[in-house]
């Protein structure tokens, strides 16, 4: 990746280094080294400057938002001056991601780091002129940003920026390569693996915008999406009612956390902001990285992962087979039982490990019938939410570092609202999607009057509505990213690229340790 950047030039040198002993970091989510105005590098800027335009005196955002090396040097004096950053204890590197996990080192005297090999790689020239490719041209703009004495090291010669296009042999290629660097670093079919395997989050130690002590700027959000997505206060949607308007609708919701941003937060909580994150890499600074206390036994991160490993694919298959036409002009009455079953299959591969049969359910009528759906539902909902929030639900008082890790926790406190959601859904359009069965489809008849197929035909469309709507809440669009087919070995789909110049779908940068 960063040959991709960087590389190409007279003097393009490769230094590889190793940690000699676990090291303390600080973290930026959120794709904090994605170079943009999307709003990638907004928590480093809120928390350097107190803004997201950079120090005061630049001539433009956009120029500043470039220069990565006095930002870099800003977060290490910054560490510096706080007195965190004492070599082997305290904070000494930054870590962002951009087509990659990359860490900015502020101390290469530091014991904690040792050199493996440092030589020159850059190639020999073409002996004919080139003609350069059109995003080539694009890129000759974008490399004058970097023309700067600060990327000189100490026994290093400074980069010649002035790049002979014409006879370099691989530019085209090194960007062919960065994007392909992308999409095996992260692909949509599990983005849980791109965490970086050398890198171990303390969940418990983050600090974020979301968290409910940022009323007015999560206030100013929520005002926003209501403008930009025509919403009403209860979170119904005004508007024209038409099946593509409705789709445009839900793929706006899906993708409403890329348009978050920071800019307008005042300035009481930014000062907090500043002071919540530098209470917290002080707390971190004076923590032994090879012990944990009770509050990082748990992991945030791999719960998130869990969930979104056992649903995301399975909630887009149930909306597709809710979606199909069961009753089509002209079919058989056979064929829609069969599609049916292949639609209760997959619900009730859901509902399984939550859902206990009445030996009665049958048989039963009326009143009795319904009060048995109702605690059929009501402890499936139960099971459901008590397999991922067993804290919450179990009988007995939890643990101090149960409760301290959990409970008490912002993100715990968003997982269980995510959870709540699911569970209520997929609860409910799997019991709904039994009693279908067992009233249309559980006996040899296979006739359909044309009552029975409205009421089938309105109840579906009822319950991919709703759990088309949960998709869109939940807002897990790169994991819904794909092809249909599957692509040559020479093609590459750098759709994080797209992601995170102008289309960003990741989750908003938050500044985490």
């Not at 050199?115 to 080139?130: I, K, Q, T």
């Amino acid at each position: 990746m960063a040959y991709g950047i960087m590389g190409s030039t007279r003097n393009t040198f490769l230094s590889t280094y190793q940690t000699t002993q676990p090291v303390k970091c600080w973290y930026f989510d959120g794709a904090s080294g994605a170079l943009g105005e999307n709003g990638t590098m907004d928590t480093q800027m809120l928390f350097l400057y107190g803004n997201t335009t950079g120090p005061p005196g630049q001539n433009s955002s956009a120029q500043f938002l470039w220069d990565e090396y006095a930002r870099a040097q800003n977060l290490c004096d910054w560490l510096q001056e706080h007195g965190l950053d004492a070599p082997g204890q305290g904070i000494e590197g930054i870590v962002r991601m951009s087509a990659g996990f990359e860490l900015i080192w502020c101390n290469f005297s530091s014991p904690s780091l040792r050199l493996v090999s440092r030589f020159n790689v850059s190639v020999p020239l073409l002996g004919y002129n080139r003609i350069p490719t059109s995003m080539e041209d694009s890129q000759q703009s974008d490399r004058t940003l970097f023309a700067t004495e600060q990327g000189k090291g100490e026994d290093l010669p400074a980069p010649e920026w002035e790049i002979d296009w014409e006879h370099e042999p691989f530019i085209a290629s090194q960007q062919w390569d960065w994007f392909t660097s992308t999409s095996r670093t992260y692909s949509s079919e599990d983005l849980a693996s791109s965490r970086e395997p050398s890198i171990r989050l303390l969940d418990a130690d983050l600090v974020s915008l979301y968290s409910s002590e940022y009323q007015q700027h999560l206030l100013s959000l929520v005002e926003r999406e209501r403008e930009h997505l025509n919403l009403t206060m209860p979170g119904s949607r005004h508007g024209d009612a038409s099946q593509k308007s409705r789709r445009d609708a839900m793929q706006q919701l899906m993708r409403r956390r890329s348009r978050h941003r920071v800019g307008d937060i005042n300035s009481q909580e930014i000062a907090r902001f500043r002071r919540n994150m530098e209470q917290l890499v002080a707390r971190v600074v004076n923590k032994n990285p090879h012990e944990d206390d009770g509050e990082h036994n748990f992991s945030w991160s791999h719960m998130c992962d869990m969930i979104v490993k056992n649903f995301a694919k399975r909630l887009v298959q149930l909306q597709r087979l809710l979606q199909q036409d069961f009753i089509g002009d002209g079919e058989r009455p056979a064929t829609t039982k069969r599609r049916f079953a292949l639609l209760r299959e997959r619900a009730h591969a859901l509902l399984m490990p939550f859902f206990e049969y009445s030996l009665d359910l049958e048989t039963a009528s009326g009143t009795k019938q319904q009060q048995q759906q109702s605690r059929q539902a009501h402890a499936s909902l139960d099971r459901c939410k008590r397999w991922y929030l067993a804290w919450r639900t179990h009988k007995e008082a939890p643990t101090a570092e149960l409760k301290g890790s959990l409970g008490q926790h912002f993100v715990g406190h968003a997982i269980e609202e995510v959870i709540d959601g699911i569970c209520s859904i997929l609860v409910g359009a799997g019991i709904s999607i039994e009693k279908t069965w067992l009233r249309e489809f559980n006996h040899e008849s296979n006739r359909f009057d044309d009552e029975q197929q409205q009421r089938l035909r309105e109840e579906m469309r009822m319950w991919h509505d709703k759990v088309e709507e949960l998709t869109a809440w939940l807002g897990w669009a790169p994991h819904w990213m794909g092809c249909d087919r599957l692509c040559a070995w020479d093609v590459r789909n750098p759709s994080y690229m797209s992601l995170i110049h102008g289309q960003r779908e990741l989750t908003p940068p938050l500044g985490r340790m």
